[in-house]
T-cell receptor
Framework: AQSVTQPDIHITVSEGASLELRCNYSYGATPYLFWYVQSPGQGLQLLLKYFSGDTLVQGIKGFEAEFKRSQSSFNLRKPSVHWSDAAEYFCALTGANNLFFGTGTRLTVIP | GAVVSQHPSRVICKSGTSVKIECRSLDFQATTMFWYRQFPKQSLMLMATSNEGSKATYEQGVEKDKFLINHASLTLSTLTVTSAHPEDSSFYIC????????????FGPGTRLTVT
């Protein structure tokens, strides 16, 4: 069965510091992987996605993620966090059409 | 491109009444639409999948008679919460997959339902 795990419920970083949000998945084949961001009371915005090819994926807002098959991971990174990055981040996978979401990681950015 | 809208963005209704939420794909035809429910500070829970012109497929534990889904056209799906109760208060989000768009869902901005 497929599943997505985000081990960190809440992360706090200082503005300008680097960020890494963890995501591990379980899936029987090569998954399609996504990272979404959700601001309070808002819908989901796609940051980036991995379908195939280059395992380092660039997304919007300066985010990137690396697919590591050997570790079943798809961690999200940003070299320098901005205060506007404070939000909830969801990792998700799909094999067919259904999306399976992780439980989310809430990012707090302190000045 | 690939914009999904939802209407209304917020709705407050009295217990026992019904509420309809619309989900529209504005610039593409959506062969499949999804309805999610999100409780505060939690992840999204898939409620049902709807394909244009056919009955929706509900996830286990979701009452199909309470959450009526209609996908009458390739750009519109509706979710009607019937006989709403306070425990139905939640954030409802729809998403859509377009024709020829591979495995990527586009999300609406969500609808906040409060049942008093």
């Amino acid at each position: 069965a497929q599943s997505v795990t985000q081990p960190d419920i809440h992360i706090t970083v200082s503005e300008g510091a680097s960020l890494e949000l963890r995501c591990n998945y379980s899936y029987g084949a090569t998954p399609y992987l996504f990272w979404y961001v959700q601001s309070p009371g808002q819908g989901l915005q796609l940051l980036l996605k991995y379908f195939s090819g280059d395992t380092l994926v660039q997304g919007i807002k300066g985010f990137e993620a690396e697919f590591k098959r050997s570790q079943s991971s798809f961690n999200l990174r940003k070299p320098s966090v901005h205060w506007s990055d404070a939000a909830e981040y969801f990792c998700a996978l799909t094999g067919a059409n259904n999306l399976f979401f992780g439980t989310g990681t809430r990012l707090t950015v302190i000045p | 491109g690939a914009v999904v809208s939802q209407h209304p963005s917020r709705v407050i209704c009295k217990s026992g009444t019904s509420v309809k939420i619309e989900c529209r794909s504005l610039d593409f035809q959506a062969t499949t639409m999804f309805w999610y429910r999100q409780f505060p500070k939690q992840s999204l829970m898939l409620m049902a999948t709807s394909n244009e012109g056919s009955k929706a497929t509900y996830e286990q534990g979701v009452e199909k008679d309470k959450f009526l889904i209609n996908h009458a056209s390739l750009t519109l799906s509706t979710l009607t919460v019937t006989s709403a109760h306070p425990e139905d208060s939640s954030f409802y989000i729809c998403s859509a997959i377009g024709q020829g768009v591979r495995n990527e869902q586009y999300f609406g901005p969500g609808t906040r339902l409060t049942v008093t």
